[in-house]
């Protein structure tokens, strides 16, 4: 219920009261279980990350680069599966991958990433912190943008200068 009011109203102006009120639960009863409003929203968020988690699956590592870039189109195509099949998802899932870290989507890249160097895919030359915080920022939008073109700005981003990915 929580997760359906912070969707249509959006995380900054869902009424804590509202969804008291909607759960049929007194006050007191919502203040033992979350500190407040705030409380609650970060449990839902991390749902909503830990079901788009689920949804990429751990990831395997690639023996070359066709099984990478195909690897990575089925997992981004199951968690746009995912959110077409669970609308209030879809509207929190970039809140959820903002809430504190994304911590469960930095790891799942960071396997990502790892293994993207291993086969020479992903550069090296550049802080893998910051190659991380650009590739998040590009996970966060991905749902929107058609999987080819997601997948060239990877490229590109990944990529050294003198070595293109393909």
């Given at each position: 219920?929580?997760?359906?009011?912070?969707?249509?109203?959006?995380?900054?102006?869902?009424?804590?009261?509202?969804?008291?009120?909607?759960?049929?639960?007194?006050?007191?009863?919502?203040?033992?279980?979350?500190?407040?409003?705030?409380?609650?929203?970060?449990?839902?968020?991390?749902?909503?990350e830990a079901q788009l988690i689920a949804s990429l699956?751990?990831?395997?590592?690639?023996?070359?680069?066709?099984?990478?870039?195909?690897?990575?189109?089925?997992?981004?195509?199951?968690?746009?599966?995912?959110?077409?099949?669970?609308?209030?998802?879809?509207?929190?899932?970039?809140?959820?991958?903002?809430?504190?870290?994304?911590?469960?989507?930095?790891?799942?890249?960071?396997?990502?990433?790892?293994?993207?160097?291993?086969?020479?895919?992903?550069?090296?030359?550049?802080?893998?912190?910051?190659?991380?915080?650009?590739?998040?920022?590009?996970?966060?939008?991905?749902?929107?943008?058609?999987?080819?073109?997601?997948?060239?700005?990877?490229?590109?981003?990944?990529?050294?200068?003198?070595?293109?990915?393909?």
């Amino acid at each position: 219920m929580a997760r359906a009011h912070f969707a249509r109203e959006s995380p900054q102006h869902a009424s804590y009261n509202r969804i008291i009120a909607s759960a049929g639960i007194s006050k007191t009863a919502a203040y033992h279980y979350f500190d407040g409003r705030d409380d609650l929203l970060g449990t839902v968020l991390e749902d909503v990350e830990a079901q788009l988690i689920a949804s990429l699956g751990r990831w395997v590592p690639a023996g070359g680069a066709t099984r990478f870039w195909a690897q990575l189109g089925e997992r981004t195509a199951r968690v746009k599966e995912h959110l077409a099949a669970n609308p209030d998802d879809l509207a929190l899932a970039s809140a959820a991958l903002e809430r504190t870290d994304g911590a469960g989507l930095a790891a799942w890249l960071t396997d990502v990433m790892d293994n993207g160097r291993q086969l020479g895919i992903v550069r090296s030359d550049v802080d893998p912190d910051l190659l991380l915080v650009a590739t998040t920022a590009v996970f966060r939008i991905a749902d929107a943008w058609p999987p080819e073109q997601v997948r060239l700005l990877l490229a590109g981003l990944w990529s050294t200068p003198e070595k293109p990915a393909r």
